[in-house]
C-alpha cells in the first residue's frame, strides 16, 4: 500500500507561482514514475507532467511547457511541481499520482498510474 500527500495549493494572482508537493509512503519510492494531473470544474482530469523513476526523464502537457517543472527528491520520497506563470486556466485541484507495478518511464494516461493523492486546489485569480 502507497500512500501519497498533495500539499502546497492555494491563492495566486495570474502571473504568481506556486510549489506543490506529494509525499509518498513506501520504502521504494526510487522505483515509482510520478505524475501531476489536474481537475478543473466540469472538465475532465487531465495531464500535467511526469517523471521517471530516475528523475531523467520528464513529460508535460502542451499547455503547461517552460512554465512548470516536475523533480523528485528520492531522499524524502518527495515529488514537486514548481508553477510559475500562473494563468486563470490552470485553476484546478491538483492530483500526483504513482505508478508501482510496472515500470514505465513516464506516462501521460491517468490509467497507468496505480495510488493517488487526496488533491490540492489551486486558484489564479486574474
Known amino acids: 500500500q502507497v500512500q501519497l500527500v498533495d500539499s502546497g495549493g492555494g491563492l495566486v494572482q495570474a502571473g504568481g507561482s506556486l510549489r506543490l508537493s506529494c509525499a509518498a509512503s513506501?520504502?521504494?519510492?526510487?522505483?515509482?514514475?510520478m505524475g501531476w494531473f489536474r481537475q478543473a470544474p466540469g472538465k475532465e482530469r487531465e495531464f500535467v507532467a511526469a517523471?521517471?523513476?530516475?528523475?531523467?526523464?520528464?513529460n508535460y502537457a502542451d499547455s503547461v511547457k517552460g512554465r512548470f517543472t516536475i523533480s523528485r527528491d528520492s531522499a524524502k520520497n518527495t515529488v514537486y511541481l514548481q508553477m510559475n506563470s500562473l494563468k486563470p486556466e490552470d485553476t484546478a485541484v491538483y492530483y500526483c499520482?504513482?505508478?508501482?507495478?510496472?515500470?514505465?518511464?513516464?506516462?501521460?494516461?491517468?490509467?497507468?498510474?496505480?495510488?493517488w493523492g487526496q488533491g490540492t486546489q489551486v486558484t489564479v485569480s486574474s
Open positions: 499520482a504513482a505508478r508501482v507495478f510496472g515500470y514505465v518511464r513516464t506516462s501521460a494516461r491517468s490509467d497507468d498510474y496505480d495510488y
Open positions: 513506501g520504502r521504494t519510492f526510487s522505483a515509482y514514475t
Open positions: 517523471v521517471s523513476s530516475s528523475g531523467r526523464s520528464t
